[in-house]
């Protein structure tokens, strides 16, 4: 044993000596970093489109991310595929994936190919932070930012740098001057949210008084929770519960279901992670709880109504959340052409709300990088004006048309999709789990909402 | 005595840190490389000077630090310690709240000069409050003890919102920049780029110096205590605590010794970590930053300052390895030339129908993604390396050494 | 501070939340008692602190729920039984692969380390939890996995008091395995068990196979991590399964082992439901506004701590006897 382990320690380390220095490793480094790393599956099938650039390329202004000679685009995308929403990041970055392939097919954006650079960040902040710093000189823009207080962590340095990110989130700040020089809002934010949900709740039913307002900390949470406040205000509600940013591990949950189950509010306001709120909702439950689940989005996930999950006639009963987008059930142009290029396009892929936000996404990028293209300027910098000029970013229906420019209120979004489980829609195939219940609402709180800032910002 | 290299004259020789000619001119050379690296004057290891491999490197030094401290309180002294996260948290926050500019969050504005050795001297303090207890509690249960710090830790960074930012949104932590007193502009800025006498560097490349300059620091400050009266304190209470109690080393003093200077080393770890990393969450002081601190001095070999640098190295530098080798395997599969095509044809996973270990796509496939696979591998690693070489790097080091020390009479 | 206190008296002398905390804290400290046997139980036969025992309750939980639901074994060939009969046996097929699983990993990855300083094993167990755990998650991903239990939603609602049926199996299940365990104790194997933990050379000079001790050692405990998973991930505790946070679990459970005594299985029983009913207790009472969120996870370590300053080994764990 000791002969053969001696041999194996030095055989272990020149091992890890010739991996080090073995020659694409030591190359790669001092070329393109992003370029070749990950889904290359899409550019490797569809270079032929990418040879008559020419003709426009000495017009066209680039620095990083953009290559006119071979004829790419590069786009990172900090996404999470580990991490708490995995369940749902992931099939947005298969949307991205899915999009790209099919234009890169059709010849790419004026004949240059996209190719993704997909880094996993864990939803942790720091690894977050690391991954753009590792991606920021090999990108031309940020397809998304995962995360609240992820984004919320590179914003200052997105500036400095000068480049575009559309954040995967919707936290409040991203329409407030102040913060968005270099972000992209899509959808209602989860201030906005809160409120139009609690206010239909309020009005499909009639007997609602109390709340109940449960959240994770960050700036996913608080804000959402401070939407929520103000929906209370607005509509006479009683918090009876008051855990904003109060969940954070077992121990809090069960603290949690045991105040939800006693102080018994008619409307408990969350926003969780998904295995926290499955946790949450059985142990309050359990309890005795009876009372309606509402919450933003990312807070359900189509397992609570899973053909096996005990939860799933509970869930259906009393939950529901809003969304951002028509999502799968939805019937506008734009939607059924994503579903059509998603089912379409050889992958294992069920009906699931999630890939449709990454469809949006991309067509945010594509619309953004053609005006660039249009412009001459595919620079970082070019890039990012092109997508603050934006005054009615349209897609079909897919989601509500955006505007970048002018006043913050005026940019506002204010519609939001108030979305019911749909356990049955799921076993069929018709949707991913949720079924709109009202399309496109705006309440009149959110109606006569004054944007002055962020709902909640750090320190306050 | 030339030629005769172990043969000893004076106390001092026998002590000295350098003690004999080919450790005094390899580790001239070996320092020569490492300030040259971001010169990137040598072509096989160029790469190592590009930005982002400064980087690590520069964390190799900081973790090293941490691990430093670690090795003198659980391969010197024998006490071992799962808690190291939590020092290096409390050094952490010190450090931001002395020196981030006041802002929505605890900040004084304080210059580097203050803020890192006070990380480094609230850690060792705490570290202090901390030793009675391992004077009463023993071996395992001591490391349980600690472990407990680390959760509650977590407990309190988690809810002292003011100060760490509280959970998933963290803070920023001070810029490594070299006021006297809160001038507008530092007299020595570390983290942009610039010139030094007349040289222009990388922000990357100032920080690695600094970091550097710190752990030779360290390093010296921890072989220093090995070979002192401390030092030995410490290995007779690791090795016969009873039997050195009798010969009249104090336990209660030593062992609190050992966790304040422990702790210091924690502390200013923590501190460049948080800052060289630029802004992190309170849950990142958690039991797993403690257990990779173990790792690299288990990895490293314990109780020995060199086996600990290598382990540092070794841990950080790894995964950036595995990640490369990865991406060199599916460069493979995607060019398809040349004698590895097969084996990485094996190992990936490039089309719907293809079988393998590593899927490089994010569509619901078989085979792991590469970031799962660079876990698995680096799980692998360390369990086949505590496997077949328990005295870690240094012990295969002192194989190579001996073997060639020995040599041609080897056997 | 006072009026905390006042309110704090008012509440305990409700009879209906002290009642549903105990539940609580019983359901909580099976789970962590059953985590802790099973871990004991490997540190005394082979002296490894098993930092993977997470990972193995996922991954005994996962196994349930793949048998279950995904690859419907022994489902498939008996379409007309009874729901709960289906379960049993699929259940019991993931206990019996489990307990293969752990004798084989400490085959192949603890045997050779037979000897070896102890914290080097540890190290070892936690390469093996980053392993298990990472590909126990990819399996797993991205949505959480229901057991496919036939427990469903049922509550026993005795008014002032409501328990989950699955906590009340959960409870029979303990008692069960306790007694199996302190039966087994007593066999020709447990006994040869016992004496290997008490000293290994003159076991094996008693002719007494200290490999397969071993083997089975960690057979034992995969299995009662499996059960501990399964209860983790059954409603209401993970109304959606298993999935990448249950392997975290099982740290809440250090403590418990801890306050028993590394070296004790009746510590570790007593130890987990000392922990559970503190931690329920913690979450269900204390919750002052200074005292933040999560302090209910906590209280563990800070009982723990207190405990060890009185009996530095445990409440049952043997006393280190120290020579020169």
Known sequence: MRIKSKWLGILLTMGLVLAACSPSSGDETTTTEGEATATTEGSTDTTEGSTDTTEGSTEIATDVGVDLEAGTIDIGLLSDLSGGFAGLVTPIVTGHEVYWESVNADGGIEGLTVNLNIQDTGYVVDNHVQKYEEMKDSVVALGHSTGSPHTVAINDQLQEDGILAIPLTWYSGWTDPALNANLLHHGSSYCVEAQNVIQWLTEQMEDISTIGIVSVGGDYGLDSAAGAVLAAEGLGLEVVVDLAGGISDEASILAAADQIAEASPDLVWMTLIPSITSALFGQALANGYQGIWAGAGPSFSPAFVAPDSPIKDAVTASMYFGFYLEGWTGTSAGTEAAKELLLGAGRDIAPFDYYLEGVLEAEMMHQILQAAYDAGDMTQAGVLKAAKAFEDMGFDGLGPNESFVGDPNAQLQRETWVMKPDPDGLVAGTSGGAAIAEAAYVGSLVEAFDFTGACYVLGS | MRGRPLLYTSYQGDQALMNTTPKKILLGLFLLLLVTIPFQLIPSISFMGENDWLKLLSLAAIYAIGALGLNILTGLAGQVSLGHAFFMGLGAYTAAWLGAPPGPLAGLGLPMWIWLPAAGIVASLVGLAVGPTAVRVRGLYLAFVTLGLVFIGEYVWRNWTWLTGGTQSGREFPEFELRIWKEEEPLIDFSSDGSWFGIELTGEAKTYFLMLALLVAFVLFAKNIQRTRVGRAFQSIRDRDIAAEIMGVNEVKYKLQAFAISSFFAGVSGALLASFVGRTIPERWNLFLSVLFIAIVLIGGAGVVTGTLLGASFVILLPRIVEDVTEWLTEYVVEGTGIFVWLADLVVVSGPDDWGIINISQGFGPGLSVALFNQVIYGLLIIGFLIFEPLGLYGIWLRIRNYWKGWPFTY | ?324
């Open chain 3, 1 to 324: 501070m006072i009026p905390e206190l006042l309110i704090l008296a008012q509440e305990t002398a409700d009879p209906s939340r002290f009642a549903n905390m105990v539940v609580d804290g019983l359901s909580l400290g099976t789970i962590y008692a059953l985590l802790a046997v099973g871990f004991v139980i490997i540190f005394k036969a082979t002296q490894v602190l098993n930092f993977a025992h997470g990972a193995l309750a996922a991954l005994g939980a996962f196994f349930v729920a793949s048998y279950a639901t995904i690859v419907d074994i022994p489902g498939r060939w008996m379409p007309d039984s009874p729901d709960w009969l289906v379960w049993a046996l699929a259940v019991l097929i993931a206990l019996i692969t489990m307990a293969l699983l752990g004798a084989a990993l400490e085959r192949v990855f603890l045997r050779p380390m037979v000897g070896e300083e102890l914290f080097a094993l540890a190290i070892i167990t936690l390469g093996l939890d980053i392993v298990l755990r990472s590909i126990t998650n990819d399996f797993i991903a991205p949505l959480d996995r229901p057991m496919g239990d036939p427990f469903g939603l049922g509550i026993l609602d005795l008014g002032w008091v409501t328990i989950p049926h699955t906590q009340i199996l959960q409870m029979i299940v303990a008692v069960v395995a306790v007694t199996a365990i302190a039966f087994f104790f007593r066999s020709r194997m447990g006994i040869a068990m016992r004496a290997t933990a008490f000293d290994q050379e003159a076991a094996r000079a008693q002719g007494i196979s200290v490999g397969r001790v071993f083997s089975l050692s960690w057979a034992i405990g995969a299995v009662l991590a499996a059960i501990a998973g399964i209860f983790i991930s059954v409603f209401p505790r993970r109304a959606a399964g298993v999935g990448p946070s249950t392997a975290f679990f099982a740290f809440a459970a250090f403590p418990a082992i801890i306050i028993g005594g590394l070296d004790s299985v009746v510590g570790a029983i007593v130890g987990g439901l000392i922990v559970g009913l503190a931690e329920a207790g913690a979450s269900s009472y204390l919750r002052f506004e200074f005292l933040g969120t999560g302090f209910g996870g906590v209280v563990p370590w800070l009982l723990m701590m207190v405990i060890l300053l009185v009996r530095p080994y445990g409440l049952f764990g043997t006393e280190e006897i120290r020579r020169v």
